[in-house]
């Protein structure tokens, strides 16, 4: 999860949560907001988990939103585990900083938002896009949505002396 900043056009700030898959490279969530303190971030989280479950794990910077107490609290009473990049190491973070690059270069940087409202319908369309319609070498080809989607069949049929889920 990272933070990616713009602004309306009255100059007023939206702060968008980006939420990236590392395996799949699903854009899983990106969340505009006009602030997002660490209450706000773990609201978006458990709205996210009804959809998709809770993640194992989540990498961040350490930006004052993701050490927060109510985001410590939340990993601890769910089970998930925090991962924080050094500091001034964003290629820790690899995926996540690509993401974001493509995410300000071909969202953000070609839209002019009127609007909070705008800028969430236009940045879900660009998010479902990005999922959908875009193959991947990295993912032999699919979109994100199709490999996630693969991955979850296979885990399906995986066999009971498996010993995939030690991995």
């Not at 032999?140 to 066999?159: C, D, M």
Request: contains cysteine; glycine residues 6%.
């Amino acid at each position: 999860m990272d933070f990616v900043f713009d602004r309306t056009a009255e100059g007023r700030a939206i702060k968008n949560l980006t939420m990236v898959d590392d395996a799949t490279h699903e854009a899983v969530a990106i969340v505009p907001e006009r602030a997002m303190g660490g209450l706000q971030l773990t609201r978006a989280l458990d709205q996210l988990a009804k959809t998709r479950g809770l993640p194992k794990a989540i990498r961040t910077d350490n930006g004052k939103e993701f050490c927060s107490r109510a985001m410590l609290s939340w990993a601890h009473a769910r089970g998930v585990q925090l991962f924080l990049i050094e500091l001034g190491k964003p290629n820790q973070n690899a995926y996540s900083e690509s993401f974001n690059r493509r995410f300000w270069d071909e969202c953000l940087n070609e839209h002019w938002f009127t609007s909070l409202r705008h800028a969430q319908v236009v940045i879900e369309a660009w998010r479902k896009k990005y999922n959908n319609e875009r193959p991947k070498k990295a993912l032999g080809g699919l979109t994100p949505a199709a490999y996630a989607e693969s991955l979850a069949e296979k885990s399906g049929k995986l066999s009971l002396d498996s010993k995939a889920p030690c991995y």
